[in-house]
């Protein structure tokens, strides 16, 4: 097939003259290793709340973007990050209230235990410390993933990250187990899972490897969005505190009220991580993440190293990240996640009575995925129709997105500040893409 800039000469054929140019311009000047969402690519300009606009004006609806989770450019936050930047920007090294503040009303989200805060820039850094201090803690080097996991783009973290590509080589000292699919494995999903890390346990020790840490996002989103039956993961996380492992949370997908029924997605399944990773949709789209940590399990690390992130902390992405922690409560954001993700899940699976594609409709609160097979019996993936239902929304201005090993399963992550009616809009446009395949 002729490829133009990454397209094939007929979605090229599609593009204006204008977004051909930016792509040809984006490839010479930002190298190949980046990806566009779409095969007609969206040229945004503008958000606002649950929408983003293109150059032409025409609005979309946001079912996909989970950093600036509580709506685009949401007034509160920009007023925050505007006012504080006026003021004072610098690093961590000088007496602030602004961080003290922030990490107060943060760590006052989480269980008792989970007590102290480092701050980063990423999500992938926050990843990168929490292994750190897990292997400084426990004196090991081994990591247990599930099989198409994605923890971050560090050196040490993308070796964790299969869901990367096929060129990522997993590191000696890693054990890949298979995610809790209740789909495709049943209702003992969450007991085989658990075998399976018991099992990783038990190989790295025979290759003379220590294990440090059990590394999981709580909705295995990168594997196929697994979000329960809550408490699946429970009897894993058990084992391997058991055995000696730290268990880290990986919270950067369904963290900050994503999955609706908690503020964190862990607290879903009864467990209580030694440290906690967070990321994305902590300051709506200003950069800011970190790891929150029991303090028995900081203190050796921190006693022994320092640390130090340049921007990790500062003032202006505190701001945010308080803003954004004020909206969450004040809009009731949680509540509405819970809300209206049970009324698309609702609105989804009936359109399962309709479309013989839709083999199982999951998730909790506003992180949804659908799988879709070409054969229920067989459950076979549908990985070419789910490309085009994907590109079909866009074209009908919903934004969603693929995940899985296969990418036949909808990747639904709608903003929180969705209401019913933006989730009719959603319902509908997924019927019209669906029907468009029969």
């Known amino acids: 097939m002729t490829m133009i800039n990454g397209f094939s000469a007929a979605d090229a054929e599609r593009l204006s003259e ?8 984006r490839e010479r000047l930002l190298g190949p290793a980046y990806r566009l969402f779409y095969e007609r690519p969206l040229h945004a300009v503008r958000g606002e709340g649950v929408w983003l606009y293109d150059a032409q004006g025409r609005r ?25 930047a006026a003021v004072l920007n610098t690093h961590t090294r000088y007496l602030q209230e602004g961080i003290l503040d922030y990490a107060e009303q943060l760590l006052a989200t989480f269980p008792a235990g989970l007590e102290q805060v480092m701050f980063t820039c990423t999500g992938s850094e926050a990843n990168d410390l929490a292994l750190r201090i897990a292997r400084h803690y ?28 096929a060129s990522i080589q997993l590191p000696g000292h890693a054990r890949c187990v298979h995610a809790p699919d209740v ?4 209702p003992e ?18 290759h003379g490897i220590k294990p440090a840490a059990l590394l999981i996002d709580g909705i295995f989103a990168s594997d196929g969005i697994f979000a329960g039956p809550e408490g699946c993961i429970a009897e894993a996380v058990a084992i391997a505190q058991s055995e000696g492992l730290l268990y880290i949370a990986d919270e950067v997908q369904c963290g900050f009220a994503r999955t609706g029924s908690h503020m964190w997605g862990f607290q879903r399944h009864g467990v209580q991580p ?39 902390g500062n003032p202006v992405s505190c701001a945010a990240g308080q803003a954004v922690l004020d909206v969450i409560r004040d809009e009731g954001l949680q509540q509405r996640s819970a809300q209206i993700g049970d009324y698309l899940l609702a609105g989804i699976r009936q359109l399962s009575q309709r479309h013989d594609l839709i083999g199982d409709v999951r998730g909790a609160g506003m992180f949804i995925g659908v799988e879709l097979v070409s054969d229920r019996a067989s459950k076979a993936p549908a990985a070419e129709q789910a490309k085009r239902v994907v ?6 201005g919903v934004l969603i997105s693929a995940a899985g090993p296969l990418e036949n399963i909808l990747k639904i992550r ?17 019927d019209e893409a669906l029907q468009a395949l029969a």
């Open 18 to 25: 204008k977004e051909r140019s930016l792509i040809a311009r």
């Open 60 to 84: 979309y609806l946001d079912a996909y973007n989970n950093v600036a989770s509580i709506g685009h450019c949401h007034p509160r936050v920009v007023q925050a990050i505007a006012s504080q």
């Open 138 to 165: 426990t004196g090991g080097t081994g990591v247990i993933i599930t099989r198409f996991a994605y923890h971050g783009v560090t050196g040490d973290i993308s070796a964790l990250s299969p869901s990367l590509g």
């Open 183 to 186: 789909y495709r494995l049943g």
């Open 189 to 206: 999903a969450g007991k085989l899972f658990a075998e399976d890390v018991r099992a990783a346990i038990a190989d790295l020790r025979a």
């Open 274 to 312: 030694d440290l906690v990773s967070l990321g994305k949709p902590m300051g709506n789209g200003q950069p800011i993440a970190g790891v929150v940590a029991r303090p028995e399990v900081l203190e050796p690390f921190g006693r022994s190293m320092r640390y130090f992130n340049t921007f990790g």
């Open 391 to 396: 590109n079909g929304m866009r074209e009908r």
């Open 414 to 430: 709608p903003l929180l500040a969705f209401e019913q009616s933006h989730a009719d809009l959603l319902i509908t446009a997924l």
